[in-house]
């Protein structure tokens, strides 16, 4: 299976975007779009975002492997089998 998810730093400073659980940090700049391409096996895979003050924190889908867009330039390919 394949999920896509897009996020945009409409804030007016840059704010770190956090993939867990690889502990990858991406800066965006302000109107920055980061994009995640996360493909995993599993139906009943699931992800969970924190909305914090000065960060987002991505919690990847069980054994997956993401990758991730920053105004559509590929950024960073990383798998795991980490459950979490």
Known sequence: ???????????????SFILEPWAEEFELL???ELMLVGTYD???????????D???VFYAW???LVRVYIDGIEKSQTSSSIRF
């Open 1 to 15: 299976m394949e999920s896509v998810l897009k996020y945009t730093n409409s804030l007016d400073d840059p704010i």
């Open 30 to 32: 302000p109107n920055q």
């Open 42 to 52: 599993q139906t009943d895979a699931f992800c969970h975002i924190d909305h914090l």
């Open 54 to 56: 000065d960060c987002v």
């Open 62 to 64: 069980e054994h997956s």
